[in-house]
């Protein structure tokens, strides 16, 4: 089983990348973000230990953890993201290398793997290849504010917040720009997976 990892930026496209992958390629498609979301339902690996430290003040009226109220308290203030970080990666982590090996159990021959912090979470040795999708910082900030909502300023100022390119590009195989249109970046995908067979 070949397991490629996906990163970049915010507004990058990821998805649109991971859309391919699945479609036209078969891969089996696993978001870090979206499972980090699912371990802190009610019932779930981080859900306790996430409640125990921050308090009943972070869940709705359904006793789940509503994500607006955490993000008010972790964004605010370092230590407690810190907190919250160190609760749920090993989660995620651990739950992905179970799913990886589920996966390679049933027959998977693609396992495509992506998150925005795969690089910084120790993800290199777990893929087979990283690679990064780039796109410029004006159709980053185009689609932000079309898709998110986000303000020009807003979309700025969390782009500036990450990652620059360079530190992509020094860790990754390869890099897909995803400037483009949907055809250009399904042949860059092409050339990409032709130059793994």
Known sequence: MKIIGITGGIGSGKTAVL????????????????????????????????????????????????????????FSDQKQLDILNSITHPNVKKAILESMEEQKKSGCRLYVLEAALLIQDGYLDICDEMWYVYADVSKRIERLCAYRGFTDEKARKVIASQEPDSYYEENCSKKIDNSGNLEKLRNQLKLAMEIEC
């Open 19 to 74: 859309d391919i992958m699945q479609r036209d390629y078969g891969a089996f498609i696993m978001e870090a973000d979206a499972l980090a979301h699912r371990l802190m339902e009610p019932g779930q690996i981080s859900y306790n230990d996430i409640v125990e430290h921050f308090g009943r003040d972070i869940l709705d009226e359904d006793s789940r953890i509503d994500r607006a109220k955490l993000s008010a308290v972790v």
